[in-house]
Each structure stands twice: as C-alpha cells, then as structure tokens.
C-alpha cells in the first residue's frame, strides 16, 4: 500500500556486462525534503503515516469490492493462498504465479480455448513445470532472455510463464517484422533463444544471418520441423525438477515504433502490478465466470494484459490467431463469449460490415469490450453503443504506464470517445512545453504516474529520461480535463500541426470529418506550407455504399460548418484504407510520404 503512494523516480533496467538478459534496475527516491527548514521536515514526517494508513485503506477497500464482485470470495483455497501468498514475498505475481495458483485452486477449470482444444488450469501449469525444466537442460539460465515470434497460440502464454518461473526474461516480437527489423531488435534484447513459428522461419532465418550470438540450434520451432532446430514439445519431453532460487523474469514488450525504432518496455510482476490490476478490476465487470475472447496480438500489452486479468480472476480465454469482423460475430455466438478487448481499427472493420450481417449476428452474451490502444472517434463510439449497448470501456494507457484511465459506457455516453477518469492510485498532470501545470480546460501533455510504471526503456536510460518529470512518465499523448474530472486525448505532441501560427491538434478535425455519416475513418497531417508553415492534408475512407456525392468538396463543406477556418483541410486523399500498426494506431509517417493523387482545394 505504501508503494502506492510513494513518489518514485524510476529507471531503465539494462542488460549485464555479459549482454544477456534484464537486470534489476535501482529506483531513486526524490530527495527534496533536505532542502526544506526542519519545522516544515518534521511537519511532513508527521503526516506520512497518515499518508501511509489512507493509501493502506483505500487500497483495501478496492481489494475487498474486487474480491466480492469478480467472484474470488467463496472459491479460496487454503492451499492456493498459502502459495500465493509465498509467491508474492519473492515478487512473483505474473503469469506464472497465477497458472500456478489456478493449478491448485482451479486445476478442472478451463483455461486456455483454442482451435476446439480446450486445457485446464491444471494442465497449463504442469506443462509450464515440464517446459521450465526442459529450457534449463536446454542451456537457459536466470537472467538470460529469450524472443517470442509466435502467433496467438496457447504456448504463448506456456512461454511467457516458464520463462519467467526459472527466472529469465521473455522478450515479445512481432510476427509481422521484417528481417531488417528482427536484426535490429534481436540484437538490441540480446536474446540467447528464439520460439517461432515455422512458418516465419525464411524471415527469421535471413535475420539470423547478422545475429551471431543466436545459433540456429537456439531456435525453437512451434508447428512444422525445421531441419537444425528444436521442436517445441521435445522440451516438455521431460520430468519436472527443480526451479532455481532466483527473481522472477522480466517481460520485455517493444513499442510499437511509430516514428522510429521500438524501445523495449521492462515489466516485472510483483505485488505492484497485481494492485495495478485490481484498480482496473474494481472500475469494469471482470469476473471469473468469464470467457474472454482474444483476438489482439497477443505481443501487445493490451491482449497479454486482460487475458492475464481473466486468468487471474479464474475465467477461461478462448485465443484467436487474428481478428476477422466475420469471425469474431460468429465466435462470439457460439462460444457465448462474454468480454473481449479490441483496438479502434477492429471496431471500424465491425461497424463496416453490412447492416443484414449485424442484425444477423446478435450478441447477448457479450457484456464488455475493452477499447484501447490508440483514439476511439467520438463518432464509432455513438456507432458501437447504439450496435451493442452499454458494453463499452474506453480505457487509456500504454506499455510504458500500464493501465492509466478508464471510461464506462455512461462516461462513453456522456462525452462519446472520452478516456475517462483516473483509476485508483494513479496521478495525472497535464504539462505545459516547460513542464508547469495547465490552466483547467487547456491542452497539455499527460504525465502519470502509477503502481504499474515499466522500469525503463531497455538499454536505451536516455529515452527513459527524456519520458519522465519528478517520476511521472508521458508518452507523448496531450489531453483537456473536463469539469467532471474525465480526460480527452487531443492528439500527439509530434503530430501538433502549426498553420499561420495557430495550434491545431488533428484529432479535432478528424473527429469532425468522421462525424459525417459517409466517412468510415480518416487521419489528418500537416504538410510544408511556404506562407503558413504547415497545412492540413486529410486522408479519407468512405463507407460502404457512400453517396457519390461525398467528395472532397463536399466534405470540406462539412469542416467549414463545424470548425474555424484554419481547422478545414485544404489538401484530400481519397484512400482504400489507411496503413496501421496490429494495434490500430495509424502510421502517419506513411501518410506523410505519399506521392499520389491529391485533391486541393
């Protein structure tokens, strides 16, 4: 309860003088009191344990409604506790921990659902036990790490904890990368092992070629052989024995790189991230008779984080490799799939779909989607509410903060495409250019600061630096705050736009543009302007069956009655669709570099 509320600097872990692995990283404390005269040093002592003993008791409150709530109350295990209560002393609450309290406690129960195949907690963790021993006969050690270029799968998960249980760290890719990008960011982790699918292995293996440290028989194939590497279930081929005493592994989750190289998040699991958890638990309807679809890759912190929060509740997740609107309607049927988590793009491809195909796939079962990962339109959030109901949750975070916000369907309802409010033990500021607060109602750049802060940019201190002020991070999002104390995101503060020297975030304007009924999504940049510096260019996708009447002409039309003058887009580009990253933010510096048709107007 303390940690909660201790103002702490944090830094980024880095690899040991071997280059393997995430080692611990210190944390510095601010040291401001040595400055202070000695009444207002004795004041501030004399507070702290009131300090202490509020955030002690409030974290206790949302500890018992979560408990009560999510259905935990009346299904302790007297032994599962005592483990549980173990594990958390050594720092342990990730994955691991929680397949092996659920193996004790829950060990019948089904936990991961996939491809018809259906394994209980039980067997999930006795799998782990099994793989744990195997990647230590296999040469892993504690503290080295090991890169995933899997796709969704149950050994995903089976990876991630046995990596952790022998105290190694698990560095997520995506299956996406390119050769050029696996290099880079095989190198930069300094893995000793790669779990991949076989099907990826031509890419990974022209990557291998300038990765000396990772020989090909440190690869472990998932799927088909591949001729000089190890099976995956030849590991678990084994009996279980022994887990060295060491911390429990790191996660390492890479950015999505948006404007430039990836920078690998450090996460460990301990008791913080476990309050962390529950904050987010106590303000949406998790519970343990939940199925959970996950259909986000599961690289991304936002798929591994709310399977994990369903698995910790003792509910079942039901994997997908992919998301596919079609699909996912169909799954949801017959699994009668209760919650799931979906970015913004997944939503504009459901909302896309033909209306006889949405009234033909009703959806009673589902009480909540969980929305993240980059901006929800004010527009589809009205669109998503008046398809589904009151099921929505818009929450604000990111690798970097873990879970920051969260708004419900009333919010939702109240102010469409809000983030919402700050979930308990979590700090907001909204800095200026120098770092002084805002005046209420104005534009500024969000710090936070929380339980769940990552340790730090992994061999890259400098960027953790240039993300923290007095221990509060920001990744670069600016936002308002309403009266009723619920945040906005406005934009990026790289994608600022100045036109005659006037402040222009772009998510206003796309918002506009995507309030018009023809217009399915949209991204605004600006462009070099010789006489106001920079110019707005939007890019448009229309809707099935638009109005040949929707035209650039028209939609500026549609900008000049809903914005000033220099908020309407002089420059448009009718497109298909727009590039985007698996998480849904769309890659404006591609957007940036198009040579093609543009309409001026």
Known sequence: GASASRAATVTAGVAGADGR???????????????????????????????????????????????????????????????????????????????????????????????????????????????????????????????????????????????????????????????????????????????????????????????????????????????????????????????????????????????????????????????????????????RWDRHLCVCPLYHSTALGFAGMTLMTGGAVHIERDFDAARFLQTVQREAITTTALVPTMLHRLMALDPAVLDASPTPSLRTILCGGAALPPALCERVLQRFGPVLYNFYGATETGLVTVATP???????????????????????????????????????????????????????????????????????VDPAGRYQIVGRRRDMVISGGVNIYPAEVEDAIESHPDVAQVAVIGVPDPEWGERLRAFVVLRAGASPDTTPEALRAWCRKRLSGPKAPREWVMVPSLPSNPTGKVLKRELRAWDGEVVTL
């Not at 081929?237 to 990836?262: C, F, H, K, L, W």
């Not at 983030?419 to 607060?437: A, Q």
């Open 21 to 287: 692995g995430v080692a611990q990283a210190p944390r510095a404390e601010s040291a401001t009191m040595a400055l202070t005269s000695p009444r207002r040093i004795m004041a501030k002592q004399s507070t702290m344990p009131r300090q202490r003993a509020r955030a002690i008791g409030g974290w206790a409150q949302v500890l018992a409604r979560v408990a009560v709530r999510s259905g935990l109350v009346g299904h302790a295990n007297p032994k599962a506790l005592a483990v549980g209560a173990q594990q958390l002393l050594k720092g342990r609450a990730g994955l691991s921990a929680i397949f092996r309290l659920r193996g004790i406690s829950d060990a019948d129960r089904p936990a991961l659902v996939h491809a018809g195949t259906v394994r209980t907690y039980g067997e999930v963790d006795a799998r782990i036990d099994r793989l744990a021993t195997g990647l230590l006969r296999f040469g892993l050690k504690p503290r080295d790490s090991a890169a995933l270029l899997l796709w969704n799968r149950p050994e995903f998960f089976e990876v991630e904890s046995a990596m952790a249980r022998i105290g190694a760290s698990a560095v997520s890719l995506s299956w996406r990368s390119t050769a050029a990008e696996l290099e880079y960011l095989l190198n930069h982790a300094g893995v000793r092992a790669v779990f991949f699918e076989s099907a990826l292995w031509p890419t990974l293996e022209e990557a291998l070629r300038v990765c000396p440290n990772i020989p090909r028989d440190r690869c472990i194939a998932l799927g088909d052989n591949v001729i000089g590497t190890r099976a995956y279930e030849s590991l678990l081929d084994v009996t279980p024995g022994p887990m060295p005493e060491a911390d429990e592994g790191a996660v390492v989750i890479y950015t999505s790189g948006t404007t430039g190289r990836p920078k690998g998040a450090v996460r460990r699991f301990g008791s913080a991230q476990v309050l962390g958890f529950m904050s987010f638990l106590d303000r949406s309807p998790l519970t």
């Open 410 to 480: 009333d919010d939702l309802a109240a102010v469409p495409g809000t983030i919402g409010r700050p979930l308990h033990g979590v700090e907001i500021r909204l800095l200026d250019e120098g770092g002084l607060p805002v005046a209420p109602g104005e534009v500024g750049e969000l710090y936070a600061r929380n339980v769940m802060l990552v340790e730090g940019y992994h061999a890259d201190d400098a960027a953790t630096q240039a993300s923290l002020r007095e221990g509060f991070f920001s990744v670069g999002d600016l936002a308002t």
